[in-house]
């Protein structure tokens, strides 16, 4: 059997094979000067392996992906893990101390902010922090995001397809949907991707919630993707029953077409056939009924949680399937409802 080396902790501390640290890493200073400091813990495997990191709070109010990767912290064992994998539950800390999505004071977005620089603005410097120590040195990694606050998206992944080592990482996490596209500039993912480290972003449910469903759903695909790169050879990769890969361009936001409170009729992974009602909208006394309707037969990915609008927001984010993954949509279904 071939032996793991120690793994280096920036900025000079060492990790032997089979063991694992907690650390808090600086990534920037607050107004009184004082460090600001990211959750960091490292699985260094005993046999040697590819290096992964797991990444969540990038958007500091999205929680589903800290619980899914404080599972994989508290559970899994180095001792039975080929490779290393690099946790960062909470990458925003200000952020994820504020409950919001973005920086405090500034509103600025870390998830637009890298590869980051040295010597740029604050977002800039504790970006680069982040990627220069613990992005880069990594093989493939894998990015956790929800929808933003007030909408909830079905579990989906984002990556680039066109390159095979991103679309091999896509795959092996089991989704039914994958949404094929770069990703905006700045983002994690993109960045990452470019700069040679293989990545794709997980989106699921809301913000300022734990979904123990999705949750549970992505530790599977997690089993799986780490099984494929046979870091944990006792799981196996999963098949998720149906599967579609969504252009970015396709992607439908359906958006309301009146103000007022909404009664929805259907969730996030539903599908939905052309003419169906999503949701109505009425006034408070209940008058001024208006229905928003689905403009083709797709599923839905992403859902208003918040339940008012005023005209054009987005209500509902609708994709298409071919013929064969909407019979493998209803098989899957049915085998469910057996269960
Ligand atoms: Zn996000």
Redesign the pocket.
Known sequence: MKKAKPFVIPPDGKILPGESIDIRFTVSENYLGDPVRIPVTILHGKKPGPCAFLTAA??GD?LNGVQIIRHITNTWDPDNLSGTIICLPVLNVPAFLAQQ?YLPTSSEDL?RSFPGSKNGKSIRRMAYSIFKSFIQPCDFGIDF??S?RGRSNMLHVLADLSDKKIADLAHSFGSNIIIDGQGPLGSLRREASQANTPSIAV?LGEAHRFQSELIDRAIMGLESTFASYNMRPTESVIWPGWKSIINNKEDTWVRSTSGGIVNLNYNPGDLVEKGNVICTITNPFNTNISEITSPFTGLIIGLLQNPIVRPGDPIFHLVSLDKETICAYHDSQSTTDEI
């Open positions: 990038s958007h999205e999505r998830n995001h929800t933003t989106e």
